[in-house]
């Protein structure tokens, strides 16, 4: 039972993990209706600048500050060279020029990095706690704590800044929004912009536990049953799909691999979620939509 | 001038439903069979044959497949590479296990088996839509690597988990050869792309379209969404699991499960992106420019630009190339190579006057 | 008519252009034979497992570069290569191969080095037709050490079943003798694909033997989230976790080893799984991790030392990142340009001095004869192992060094531990015979051979 237990936990703090990668994906898919593939890719990109720069014997704070620079730069040149280009395409279009864009991005970042593997350690010791006989890791703690800061952060820029307010209010009507006088384009700046902010600190978090390299644009695959599970809207049912994601994957592969031949969290999750969605098909926090001929 | 129209009037229904219409591209399309079929293997070398010809071929099946989903039925796939693997996995093993089973029908068979797996995962996409469906298909697309992978009787418990092609003989011939390995896949590819072109002509294919536009509007107007939808999952990787035996005999004539990752489906979606959704030529067209641009990139990375870049670099300039050509095809051609064929065919209708 | 045209041009533009540019590059027409050996590199410089690539062939390509700077050559045979970029992708190396096989400027190709399993696999029976051998140093198929068989393929100095015999002989060693292995719980984590799976067998088959208690646990590709293996791990409490990883996967489990609280210095890595690349993302939690390696890491050889003055102080090293010098990918590539050159040397003894054919460089090769006085020759005594190939014997070695991280570098902790060689030929005859009846080989006999 006690295994259970550590197993249960393990699986939950791993799952915040995989929200702090789908939060990026929802702040888009609100503001701008983009399923956005290359978010993997930006949290590629902005640890590898990150890790390079630190090894140049830049700084911390000042390295975080020039890769969040970076990430803006990023985000003006998507909204200004694709976004902008694709207004009013259908929805799918443009999740295929996310995928170019992530080939865009990935290249880019190895182009500039180089292809080494890097370390990255952020200076929390990842000695394992006990707690009740139950193991604990002190760097997934810390990691769940940043995922609630952050949280708290993006619900405070969301409710109550001005830029959050027509971010929603962009989010809820486009045309709604236009004609009340918000600068469209101004916003899918900010919001990939935020979403590159994000991608910064899941890449930290994520670098910091896998080595900053290649492998980490992969993170997008653990993210997207998350999303499904959670909902496409809801930075909240992020959260709770990483929780379902993390537990009951490392539960199945614990308590279920042995029987069926183990590996199955490839693709445990998607399998989940697609459970999920016959029952609900827009997931658990997602809008219902609505179809008119 | 050079497509003239006139003077061809069609008179009875036969003619009407010719698939190529005018004289001059009945001539087009014959002649270009005659060169494939019996100037091309007496021109080409073997790396020719081997490297690009076999590959841009498969390719080709490959996104037509996909292209009959996406592009005609409009449900977005991600696993594309794991109906490839079923069929590639499928017919080794119906080769393997059935005593002289014909070569070309265990590749029918194994395309029946990607078709079963089709149809299952399609299942899903009578209830979610979207990018929800996505899900479905990288469902498809793990999970079948893994029982491909996990269970070892698929691939005749081969330690590594590779299967190898059998010696490709048919009807007593031998298609070892590289010339031979290319006649074969051209005989496949272009009889399945005239099924293709056929099908979606057909009833079947009209309902597709209508379920691709708006498919609550297809169900108004009585069309059997189910019945719909799965066919075309079940076609779609019957092609799919076509090419993937293709791949599997005839190109690389060995393959282990991760050969059909998502990197493939990825490549196979970009094939149909860039080569035009919702079109049989553009597949074709699409493979081309994704198998002989990276090689003309690496080849003149040899010659022209030799010493000045090196070759890592040259592989990320060649992501960042693909991506860049993506995004720039979705934006300004969203049909992709096909419409540009077309424009150009529309022009040198009226040339040369200018209406 | 402009915009025919226009439209013409563009549709050429899109493919035409290609097609012509190709052509005209593809058979840019060969220049008179030279005196040279041609090396046709399939490297991996990009992609995820650009920090293995860019090491090999580094280290590869400044061993030809030492020979020919040095030398010139051997006998005055100069040695070329080209790399061609793969990716680590088959159908890339294949079409590598292909573009490749066929030598540079008249120079003919004397081997294939390609560095990975997948396109040593596609590109194993092109390589028996077009006569040039295979070189899968450390690696590949392990049936392919039966050179009856496969008369084209070497899985140089250790193959995938050596290194899991000597990984268990050395913990014998370390308990006290192989009678003492009775009882010991091992556990080996396994990276989910052919290449991890490829040694189970031969595991199960020596725990039965020597009475240990094995539990295979699969890592899903690509190994980026192990917490519910390592919490089994835990729960399993095992003298000895065996590492057989890929890429990212070392790392994190090194990392989820120390978060789990089980201890570095009782993780062996295998040799894929044995690089600085493989230990220092990993950064504190890899300090005592011990790992397998044909080839010690470092620059203390002789033969390192000259490559450092003539090639690298000369301006003219391959590796973007000096510091890279010395480390394991790197000495694998200077391993397999001695074992290369040395086939080319001993080839030519029998053929003649003059540039060779595929076929009489695979001869070379199966009359390789490295004893301790021709290492120390090469300067790479305690480099390379001693190695003996023949007709039949492929694979040569099979004896592994081990190597404990200090948390900055690899220090080697163990002399050669040999690999139970004769307990596995048998098993692998099997599985290349079975091999030869599928393709229909007659297998050579071996004793007739020179």
């Given at each position: 039972m006690e295994f259970f237990f550590e197993v249960l936990l393990g699986g939950l703090l791993?799952?915040?993990?995989?929200?702090?990668v789908a939060i990026g994906f929802v702040l888009i898919y609100k503001a701008s209706g983009v399923f956005n593939f290359a978010q993997g890719s930006m949290v590629l990109f902005a640890a590898l600048t990150f890790v390079s720069l630190l090894e140049r014997g830049i700084p911390f704070w000042l390295t975080f500050g020039i890769t969040m620079l970076t990430m803006v730069v990023l985000a003006w040149a998507i909204e200004r060279f694709m976004l902008r280009k694709l207004v009013n395409r259908p929805p799918i279009t443009l999740f295929m020029a996310t995928l170019g864009l992530s080939y865009m991005i990935e290249g880019l970042a190895q182009a500039v990095w180089g292809a080494q593997v890097h370390g990255l350690e952020l200076g929390i010791s990842d000695e394992p706690l006990e707690l009740g006989g139950m193991l604990l890791s002190q760097f997934d703690i810390f990691a769940a704590g940043v995922a609630g800061v952050l949280v708290i952060f993006l619900s405070w820029l969301f409710n109550k800044t001005r830029t959050g307010i027509s971010l929603r209010a962009v989010a809820d009507d486009q045309l709604a929004a236009l004609a009340v006088g918000i600068k469209l384009q101004r916003i899918w700046l900010i919001v990939w912009?935020?979403?590159?902010?994000?991608?910064?600190?899941?890449?930290?978090?994520?670098?910091?536990?896998?080595?900053?390299?290649?492998?980490l644009s992969l993170v997008v695959l653990k993210a997207l049953p998350v999303l499904i599970i959670g909902g496409f809207t809801s930075i909240g049912g992020a959260i709770v799909g990483g929780l379902i994601i993390g537990a009951s994957e490392k539960?199945?592969?614990?308590?279920?691999?042995?029987i069926i031949g183990g590996g199955i969290e490839n693709w445990f999750p998607y399998v989940l979620a697609l459970v999920f969605l016959l029952v609900r098909p827009a997931g658990i926090f997602g809008e219902r939509a609505i179809e008119r001929v | 001038m050079l497509y003239r129209e006139s003077g061809q009037f069609i008179s009875d229904y036969r003619a009407d439903r010719r698939l190529f219409r005018l004289w001059q591209e009945r001539a087009g399309f014959y002649l270009l069979l005659v060169f494939a079929f019996a100037v091309v293997p007496f021109i080409a070398n073997d790396y020719w044959f081997s490297a690009i010809l076999v590959p841009f071929l498969v390719l080709s099946?490959?996104?037509?497949?996909?292209?009959?989903?996406?592009?005609?039925?409009?449900?977005?796939?991600?696993?594309?590479?794991?109906?490839?693997?079923?069929?590639?996995?499928?017919?080794?093993?119906?080769?393997?296990?059935?005593?002289?089973?014909?070569?070309?029908?265990?590749?029918?068979?194994?395309?029946?088996?990607?078709?079963g797996v089709g149809i299952l995962f399609g299942l899903p996409s009578l209830r979610i839509k979207g990018f929800y469906?996505?899900?479905?298909?990288?469902?498809?697309?793990?999970?079948?690597?893994?029982?491909?992978?996990?269970?070892?009787?698929?691939?005749?418990?081969?330690?590594?988990?590779?299967?190898?092609?059998?010696?490709?003989?048919?009807?007593?011939?031998?298609?070892?050869?590289?010339?031979g390995r290319y006649l074969l896949t051209l005989a496949v590819v272009v009889a399945l792309a005239l099924l293709a072109r056929n099908i979606v002509r057909s009833e079947l294919g009209r309902h597709w379209m209508a379920v691709r536009d708006m498919d609550t509007a297809a169900a108004v107007i009585g069309i059997p969404i189910l019945k719909t939808?799965?066919?075309?999952?079940?076609?779609?990787?019957?092609?799919?699991?076509?090419?993937?035996?293709?791949?599997?005999?005839?190109?690389?004539?060995?393959?282990?499960?991760?050969?059909?990752?998502?990197?493939?489906?990825?490549?196979?979606?970009?094939?149909?992106?860039?080569?035009?959704?919702?079109?049989?030529?553009?597949?074709?067209?699409?493979?081309?420019?994704?198998?002989?641009?990276?090689?003309?990139?690496?080849?003149?990375?040899?010659?022209?630009?030799?010493?000045?870049?090196?070759?890592?670099?040259?592989?990320?300039?060649?992501?960042?190339?693909?991506?860049?050509?993506?995004?720039?095809?979705?934006?300004?051609?969203?049909?992709?190579?096909?419409?540009?064929?077309?424009?150009?065919?529309?022009?040198?209708?009226?040339?040369?006057l200018r209406y | 008519m402009l915009r025919v045209v226009q439209q013409g041009l563009k549709l050429a533009a899109a493919i035409g252009l290609g097609s012509s540019l190709l052509s005209a590059s593809l058979f840019a027409g060969s220049a008179q034979a030279a005196n040279e050996q041609y090396f046709p590199l399939q490297s991996y410089r990009v992609g995820p497992y650009a920090a293995g690539g860019t090491g090999f062939f580094g280290g590869f390509i400044d061993y030809l570069q030492y020979v020919n700077t040095k030398e010139g050559g051997v006998n005055g045979v100069k040695f070329t290569w080209s790399e061609c970029e793969t990716e680590y992708v088959v159908e890339k190396g294949v079409e590598c191969?292909?573009?490749?096989?066929?030598?540079?400027?008249?120079?003919?190709?004397?081997?294939?080095?390609?560095?990975?399993?997948?396109?040593?696999?596609?590109?194993?029976?092109?390589?028996?037709?077009?006569?040039?051998?295979?070189?899968?140093?450390?690696?590949?198929?392990?049936?392919?050490?039966?050179?009856?068989?496969?008369?084209?393929?070497?899985?140089?100095?250790?193959?995938?079943?050596?290194?899991?015999?000597?990984?268990?002989?050395?913990?014998?060693?370390?308990?006290?003798?192989?009678?003492?292995?009775?009882?010991?719980?091992?556990?080996?984590?396994?990276?989910?694909?052919?290449?991890?799976?490829?040694?189970?067998?031969?595991?199960?088959?020596?725990?039965?033997?020597?009475?240990?208690?094995?539990?295979?646990?699969?890592?899903?590709?690509?190994?980026?989230?192990?917490?519910?293996?390592?919490?089994n791990i835990r729960r399993i409490k095992p003298d000895w976790v065996i590492l057989r990883g890929w890429g990212v996967m070392n790392p994190v489990a090194l990392k989820t080893a120390q978060k789990t609280g089980f201890p570095a210095d009782h993780i062996i890595g295998n040799i894929w799984s044995n690089s600085e690349e493989d230990a220092a993302p990993a950064g504190?939690?890899?300090?005592?991790?011990?790992?397998?390696?044909?080839?010690?890491?470092?620059?203390?050889?002789?033969?390192?030392?000259?490559?450092?003055?003539?090639?690298?102080?000369?301006?003219?090293?391959?590796?973007?990142?000096?510091?890279?010098?010395?480390?394991?990918?790197?000495?694998?590539?200077?391993?397999n340009g001695i074992l290369n050159v040395e086939a080319v040397r001993v080839a030519q003894a029998k053929f003649g001095k003059r540039p060779l054919t595929g076929e009489e460089v695979r001869w070379g090769f199966e009359n390789i004869r490295l004893d301790e006085k021709r290492l120390k020759e090469l300067g790479a005594y305690g480099l390379v192992q001693p190695l003996k190939l023949s007709c039949s014997d492929h694979e040569g070695g099979g004896a592994v060094r081990f190597q404990q991280w200090d948390g900055s570098k690899w220090n080697v902790i163990s002399d050669w531990v040999q690999a139970d060689r004769k307990l596995l030929r048998p098993i692998i005859e099997e599985s290349s015979h079975q091999y030869a009846k599928e393709k229909g080989i007659t297998p050579r006999d071996c004793s007739k051979e020179s």
């Open positions: 791993a799952g915040v993990m995989y929200s702090l912009a935020v979403a590159g902010f994000v991608g910064l600190v899941a890449g930290l978090l994520w670098g910091a536990r896998l080595g900053v390299q290649f492998s539960l199945a592969e614990v308590f279920i691999g042995p | 099946l490959a996104g037509l497949g996909l292209n009959l989903l996406t592009g005609y039925a409009g449900q977005l796939s991600l696993g594309s590479a794991a109906f490839m693997a079923v069929g590639a996995f499928a017919a080794y093993n119906f080769h393997l296990r059935i005593e002289g089973l014909p070569f070309l029908l265990s590749f029918i068979l194994g395309g029946v088996a990607a078709a469906l996505l899900v479905s298909t990288l469902a498809a697309q793990f999970f079948v690597q893994w029982v491909l992978t996990s269970v070892g009787w698929f691939s005749n418990n081969n330690a590594s988990g590779v299967i190898t092609a059998p010696p490709l003989l048919i009807w007593g011939r031998d298609f070892s050869s590289p010339a939808k799965l066919l075309a999952f079940a076609i779609s990787s019957f092609f799919l699991g076509v090419a993937g035996a293709l791949w599997a005999f005839t190109y690389l004539g060995t393959v282990e499960p991760h050969g059909f990752d998502l990197t493939r489906s990825f490549q196979i979606l970009f094939i149909i992106i860039i080569g035009g959704m919702g079109s049989i030529l553009g597949n074709f067209l699409g493979a081309a420019f994704i198998v002989l641009l990276p090689i003309l990139l690496s080849n003149l990375s040899g010659t022209v630009l030799a010493g000045l870049i090196d070759p890592g670099q040259l592989e990320n300039l060649q992501k960042i190339i693909f991506g860049g050509l993506i995004v720039f095809f979705l934006i300004k051609e969203p049909f992709g190579l096909a419409r540009l064929w077309q424009n150009f065919r529309e022009r040198s209708r009226i040339w040369p | 191969y292909e573009r490749l096989k066929k030598g540079l400027n008249g120079a003919p190709a004397a081997a294939t080095n390609p560095l990975s399993v997948g396109i040593a696999y596609a590109t194993l029976e092109r390589s028996a037709a077009d006569k040039l051998p295979l070189i899968t140093i450390n690696h590949g198929r392990t049936d392919s050490t039966d050179g009856s068989v496969f008369p084209y393929v070497f899985p140089l100095q250790l193959n995938p079943y050596s290194e899991v015999s000597a990984i268990i002989n050395y913990i014998a060693t370390k308990s006290g003798g192989l009678d003492k292995l009775k009882g010991k719980k091992i556990v080996t984590l396994y990276h989910g694909s052919p290449y991890g799976k490829e040694t189970n067998p031969i595991l199960e088959l020596l725990a039965k033997k020597y009475g240990f208690e094995l539990t295979l646990l699969e890592v899903p590709h690509p190994g980026n989230e192990q917490q519910s293996q390592w919490l504190s939690a890899a300090k005592g991790f011990i790992s397998i390696t044909t080839h010690p890491s470092g620059t203390n050889f002789p033969v390192l030392q000259d490559i450092d003055k003539v090639v690298l102080k000369a301006g003219k090293g391959n590796l973007q990142d000096p510091k890279r010098f010395g480390t394991v990918y790197y000495n694998l590539g200077v391993v």
